[in-house]
């Protein structure tokens, strides 16, 4: 009976799409958990932090000392968060790390862009960096490490403002001109260096010759004294998913070194997209 019951909901086109309620569209407050966001606020905070005390938590996220404390053991019982008893620090737990890698796993870029990033890196005796766009940033998910002492340094997991990063000029570049415009128009363009591109015009204009030449440069952008040299990687469809990219400090990312850098840089982007399908349409 239920069996002919759904069968008839499915074909007078009463049945929603799995996964999704009837007003799953709705992101009034009574479609919120608030708790959960309480939550999730603490956690966020925490990951970015190298350690931090329950007063400290509490205060920088607006909430309670009893509140965050809850929120601290139930997230503890997870594995998300575990506690330093003798610093009387708070730190981000194991768990987080696996969920992490869980994310990393729902696209193959990730797998597939391991061998690649260690070969520019051998190529180039730079750091290599896998990048991708979220919303108004990059999102580094993956580093292979140069071996000199000193070197740059992107964590997977680190956010960087797009305008202010080899990647994200590299995949702005990218952009329909409606899309860059919009970009353009709600993201914050600050600065971070006396280099930083926070003049619309002077962004357009740097994209512009980044798509004529192939490649982008984060000339001290966002850090003074560090170069990144990147380009775009494209999927199956055409459309530009990932960014790879070199980094060092000036003085071995020269002006003198950044053609041999980004022909490298090239190759390597030009390898990825073609282990994600890029070309295989025509």
Known sequence: MRDDQAANSARSGGQRARGRPKAWEDKTDQNTIK????????FEHLSAM???TLSELAAETDQSPATTYRILTTLEARGLVEFE??????HIGPRAFLIGARYLRRTSVVDRARPIL??????TG???NLGIAREAHVLFVSQVESHASIRAFFPPGT?????????????LAQMSDDRLSRYIATAPLDRFTA????????LRADLQETR????????EEKNEGMRCIAAAVFDWNGEAVAGLSVSGPVSRVSVRETPKLAEAVARAAADLSAALGAGARG
Do not use: C, F, N
């Open 35 to 42: 708790s959960l966001d309480r939550a999730m606020a603490v």
């Open 50 to 52: 190298p350690g931090a």
């Open 85 to 90: 008893a003798g610093a009387q620090l708070w």
């Open 118 to 123: 260690r070969k520019l890196m051998e190529a």
């Open 126 to 128: 730079e750091t290599a």
């Open 159 to 171: 956010l960087s403002p797009m305008h202010a990063s080899g990647i994200g000029k590299a995949l």
């Open 195 to 202: 280099r930083t591109l926070t003049d619309p015009g002077d």
């Open 212 to 219: 004529a030449r192939g490649y982008a440069i984060d000339d």
